[in-house]
């Protein structure tokens, strides 16, 4: 993917920001953004988010619902008259930049890392790529906004790392909309695009938790039915439901065919 392909993502999602330093710095920060980034679902376990973030591009999919909700939340008046126009676009930039750096630099597992706030944050406050296109001071307050996001979940178990809560209304906003934007039952969607989940292929979907873990889907899906009922249930991951869901609509459509 070209810099420019990476930038044209975003394209309705930039233009909510004013201010040409803060838009050029974001033009310039996603473009030195892993490939992974544009392809790596929302969440790594399907545990969180929606079905929409959870395919191909869920996570560039999650970050403009997240850039999305905060632009909503920068123009309510309750809010307008706290922030002025740099903090507006501050709260825009770190939500657009808020997971960019996920699962680190180099994807070394394919699953999100704890400290990945502190990953991002360092790259934008000191990433000498960075420097000489937005005042420093900006750089701070979007870092530090980066750094916050994950709010009161501040701590894993498989990690010592303890991220910082946000402090100030900038910070609360992006922990906010990032919230909003990863509950499982909230879709976001853009006006005039197609909304639906980039699901992976079923025939090649393994499963990777539970009893059949490491089994494909369409294996249990033959063979174990009763299982995926037992999943529709009781485990709310996905893709898993929304490829379930497909496969019966698919055996459904055969049968009809058949009669
Ligand atoms: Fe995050
Ligand atoms: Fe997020």
């Not at 980034?37 to 929606?50: K, L, M, Y």
């Amino acid at each position: 993917m070209t810099n420019e392909e990476k930038i044209a993502l975003f394209e309705k999602e930039i233009n909510y920001m004013k201010i040409e330093d803060v838009k050029d710095f974001f033009k310039k920060a996603i473009a030195l953004i892993p490939d992974y980034f544009f392809e790596v679902p929302a969440s790594s376990s399907g545990q969180f988010h929606s079905a929409l973030e959870c395919g191909f591009g869920g996570l560039v999919y999650h970050t403009r619902s997240v850039a999305k909700i905060a632009n909503y939340l920068v123009n309510l008046q309750q809010y307008k008259s706290k922030l002025n126009e740099v903090e507006k676009d501050c709260v825009i930039c770190a939500a657009l930049l808020h997971d960019c750096l996920k699962h680190d630099w180099e994807n070394k597992t394919g699953f999100s890392v704890h400290q990945h706030p502190i990953v991002a944050a360092t790259f934008i406050r000191s990433d000498e790529r960075l420097d000489g296109l937005l005042n420093e001071e900006f750089r701070v307050i979007i870092g530090d906004a980066v750094a916050s996001h994950s709010g009161e979940f501040t701590t894993s178990k498989r990690s010592k790392i303890v991220l910082p809560e946000p402090q100030t209304l900038v910070q609360e906003l992006v922990h906010l909309s990032d919230y909003i934007a990863s509950r499982g039952d909230i879709h976001i969607l853009f006006e005039g695009e197609d909304n639906k989940p980039k699901l992976p292929d079923p025939n090649e979907y393994v499963l990777n938790f539970g009893k059949h873990s490491g089994k494909s889907l369409t294996y249990v899906f033959n063979h174990h039915r009763d299982y995926l009922d037992w999943c529709k249930e009781n485990i709310k991951r996905e893709p898993l439901i929304s490829l379930i869901k497909l496969l019966e609509e698919q055996e459904q459509s055969q049968e009809e065919e058949e009669i």
